[in-house]
Structure formats: structure tokens, C-alpha cells
């Protein structure tokens, strides 16, 4: 199993950008699915993005056009740049890495969005 860290959260002012990293220790991360998902306080976690063992990709249609789901499994890192930021985006952003039926969640990097 993969035991994931989140980093690159941060306060942005709204249009700005970030890029939040993923970064997995332990063996066979190039065979984990990983999303990166969001949640505000008293809300549900939601998913954003994720990214298949090939590369396939797929977006929440509230980030289409202007989040990006990278990874490098050289690095054991999957990225998530984060583009023309709104408020609305303000959320801890986990990633979250699933093999078969085990699944990894990071603890989370927060992401503020305020001028």
C-alpha cells in the first residue's frame, strides 16, 4: 500500500494559479488509479480529477478548462495544476490512490481563493 503527501496548497487571489503535488512512498504506484478530490467544511468531499494507470483523465465539469491531472510515476508524484482560481475553489484538496480494493487518501493541503 502507498502512503500519499500533498503539498503546494496555499492563498491565492482569485484568477491566480497553483499546482498542488502528490507524492506516493511504497511500492507499484504506477498500478494505483488517483483522484484529487476537494471538501469544504460540513460538505461532502467531491472528486476533481483523476487519472487512470495509462493516463486517461477525467474532470469534474466545475474544473473543465481549468484544472489540469498530471502524473510522473518516475517521481511517484501526480499533479494537479489549478488555473483562473475562484473562490469557490477554496477547499482541502486530497489525492486519493486506488488499487483493486485498496485505497490511500493523503491528508491534505489546504487551498484558499481570496483577494
Known amino acids: 500500500q502507498v502512503q500519499l503527501v500533498e503539498s503546494g496548497g496555499g492563498l491565492v487571489q482569485p484568477g491566480g494559479t497553483l499546482r498542488l503535488s502528490c507524492v506516493a512512498s511504497?511500492?507499484?504506484?504506477?498500478?494505483?488509479?488517483v483522484g484529487w478530490y476537494r471538501q469544504v467544511a460540513g460538505k461532502q468531499r467531491e472528486l476533481v480529477a483523476g487519472i487512470t494507470i495509462t493516463g486517461n483523465t477525467n474532470y469534474a465539469d466545475f474544473v473543465k478548462g481549468r484544472f489540469t491531472i498530471s502524473r510522473d510515476n518516475a517521481k511517484k508524484t501526480v499533479y494537479l495544476q489549478m488555473n483562473s482560481l475562484k473562490p469557490e475553489d477554496t477547499a482541502v484538496y486530497y489525492c486519493?490512490?486506488?488499487?483493486?480494493?485498496?485505497?490511500?487518501w493523503g491528508q491534505g493541503t489546504q487551498v484558499t481563493v481570496s483577494s
Open positions: 486519493n490512490g486506488v488499487r483493486g480494493t485498496v485505497t490511500s
Open positions: 511504497g511500492s507499484f504506484f504506477r498500478l494505483y488509479a
